[in-house]
């Protein structure tokens, strides 16, 4: 019987898992494994800590991508997890990848739009997260018909303009989150800086949600 492998090595695992597949596929801009290792795996653990205090509860990656962070976070933090992003040829590879780990039974994917979701499973997220996705106006309006009350949005931001901030600042009571905390800190190549954003689900939307597929980015909301 094999020796169960210890977090670090799943996580690397999936790493050259998705180097590979990204030779055939575009999953990701970077290539080089010493990048990856950087920014995609520190990177994606950066607000740990965050997803490990959210309430009990299933975790889920908004616009995962490649999975990341969504799949080192589902690893570390031991939840059940969902990677979730529209482009379906993506999802069937991190999906493949998840699976040859034998991380199947806790972490599955979901092709679609968060919209999408939202109608079949509301209230159902104890804990978000989003790197790079959309504007934080755009992230807290898609996260909270999806969150338990009390649950989080992790938003990870490289640059933010105070305009950006003070967009969702105003919206955050119009759909019932509230910014708790904001912090920064340089990876460990000295340059690369990260900002994140968490977010609570305080009490419900003021207004219906989710509005139709689209509308929170192109249309948002304040």
Avoid: W
């Avoid at 575009?26 to 950066?46: F, G, K, M, P, Y």
């Avoid at 998840?98 to 997220?125: C, M, P």
């Amino acid at each position: 019987m094999s020796e169960a492998k210890s977090e670090d090595q799943l996580v690397e695992d999936y790493l050259q898992y998705i180097l590979e597949v990204n030779q055939r596929m575009n999953l990701t801009r970077i290539d080089s494994v010493e990048s990856a290792r950087l920014l995609h795996i520190e990177d994606s653990l950066v607000p740990l800590d965050d997803v490990v205090a959210a309430p009990a509860g299933r975790y889920g990656d908004l616009g995962t991508g490649g999975g990341f962070p969504g799949v080192p976070i589902a690893i570390y933090s031991g939840r059940k997890s969902v990677l979730i992003d529209s482009v379906g040829k993506k999802v069937a590879a991190v999906q493949e990848g998840v699976n040859s780990l034998g991380l199947g039974e806790q972490i599955s994917t979901y092709a679609g739009r968060i919209e999408d979701l939202t109608k079949e499973q509301a209230s159902s997220f104890s804990v978000l997260t989003a790197r790079a996705v959309t504007k934080l106006v755009s992230l807290i309006e898609l996260a909270s018909p999806l969150l338990v009350p009390g649950g989080l949005l992790i938003c990870y931001k490289a640059q933010t303009t105070q305009d950006e901030v003070d967009s969702a600042l105003k919206v955050c009571p119009k759909v019932g989150m509230k910014l708790i905390k904001d912090y920064q800190t340089t990876l460990s190549d000295g340059e690369t800086l990260r900002r994140i954003f968490v977010f609570e689900k305080v009490s419900k939307p003021q207004i219906k949600l989710p509005r139709k597929v689209g509308a929170a980015q192109h249309n948002p909301l304040g």
